[in-house]
């Protein structure tokens, strides 16, 4: 089926109706053998996407958070595109494409997650037979350097001979060379 889709989606260029008899036929194809009662308006990423949200339960916050990720899909693919033309590598791209839009990791986290959410209520709305988002990842998580800070013997020393009394030595030391956390040594009396 994908194949097939694949080798029709060059001849979209020639006009507004092969494009919607393409993705009509790549639609039909994705969800053939599927009894289904789906409006075929809602087999675009656009009418899907504000059907979803509509009949979202949930804060408005939530609602608004999950419009922002639909922003974010619309603005990359086309609205009138059809759920089916969209594979795992436009995904993938898309993904790309909200770090290179500056968005910092976590918002880029919390967008994929949303969209893997969209693409398995299709599937669980047999819109699609296979969510396209399934081996959709982020890329690890950047390693904050600022904390990697190591202190040496000769700072560690200049600082146990700067504090006043024993007590604050002790726990200096105890966070030095115990590896004790901050809020491990605040409830020590």
């Not at 097939?4 to 053939?32: V, W, Y």
């Not at 047999?126 to 000769?154: G, V, Y």
């Amino acid at each position: 089926m994908s194949t097939f889709c694949e080798i029709l989606r060059p001849l979209a260029t020639f006009g507004d109706t092969f494009q919607e008899l393409i993705g009509r036929s790549c639609s039909a194809l994705a969800t053939e053998g599927q009894s289904t009662t789906v409006n075929p308006e809602h087999r675009k990423l656009k009418p899907f996407l504000d059907d979803f949200i509509a009949k979202m339960l949930g804060a408005e916050r939530t609602k608004n958070n999950y419009q922002q990720s639909a922003d974010w899909l619309l603005k990359y693919f086309a609205n009138d595109m059809f759920l089916a033309d969209i594979t795992p590598a436009e995904l993938e791209r898309w993904g790309k494409y909200l770090k290179n839009e500056g968005l910092a990791f976590s918002n880029r986290l919390k967008h994929v997650q949303r969209a893997k959410k969209f693409f398995s209520s299709a599937v669980d709305s047999r819109i699609l037979p296979e969510t396209p988002a399934a081996k959709l990842r982020m890329e690890p998580k950047p390693k904050n350097q600022r904390k990697r800070h190591f202190i040496d013997a000769e700072l560690t020393k200049t600082v146990m001979e700067g504090l006043e009394d024993a007590r604050w030595r002790v726990l200096f030391a105890l966070l030095r060379y115990q590896g004790m956390r901050r809020c491990e040594i605040a409830v020590l009396e």
